[in-house]
């Protein structure tokens, strides 16, 4: 991991992205909903591949799902002990949440019906749910690949389905 660039203002990410092209931007802060948002869409208009982790103190959900809607792939606390982990994770395709941001986005999912996990689970190969288990711990697809002993393509099939089935 390389830190290609800092700055103070939140307003200067857009820049930085476009002129160092990074795969993950962090951002730490406690500013306002709006300055954030802006910044996170910004960034992602300038180098659509580029994937943001959010680090801040707000893990209410109005404010989680503002973030996430505007296109945060890792959300985590300032307490969280491994941001390393969180930007492998993101870096890697899949999405990291601290443990009190993801119990807001799963009360928020409940509370909007969800899925029946069960049935979920029941579609999935046993290579599928090893997967999925993967990911929800964040672990990188090659961490996963690495410890299931799968192949990219495999991996990418896997995760091809998990999707899918969750969009069904």
């Known amino acids: 991991m390389v830190v290609a660039g800092t700055s103070a203002r939140l307003g200067d990410a857009a820049g930085l992205a476009r002129q160092l092209a990074p795969h993950v931007v962090v951002l730490a802060t406690a500013s306002r909903d709006q300055v954030v948002v802006a910044s996170i869409r910004t960034s992602r208009a300038v180098s659509p591949a580029l994937t943001v982790v959010l680090v801040a103190p707000r893990a209410d959900e109005p404010y989680v799902r503002m973030m996430l809607e505007a296109g945060a792939r890792g959300y985590v606390t300032p307490d969280d002990p491994d941001l390393g982990r969180v930007v492998r994770a993101v870096a890697a395709g899949g999405a990291y949440f601290s443990p009190d941001v993801a119990r807001v986005i799963r009360r928020g999912y409940l509370r909007r019906g969800g899925v029946s996990v069960h049935a979920l689970l029941g579609s999935l190969t046993d290579a599928e749910r090893a997967v999925l288990r ?15 002993r799968l192949s ?17």
């Open 134 to 148: 993967g990911l929800v711990h964040g672990q990188t697809t090659g961490e996963i690949g690495a410890q299931l």
């Open 152 to 168: 990219r393509s495999a991996l990418d099939a896997c995760r091809r389905h998990i999707v899918e089935t969750l969009a069904s």
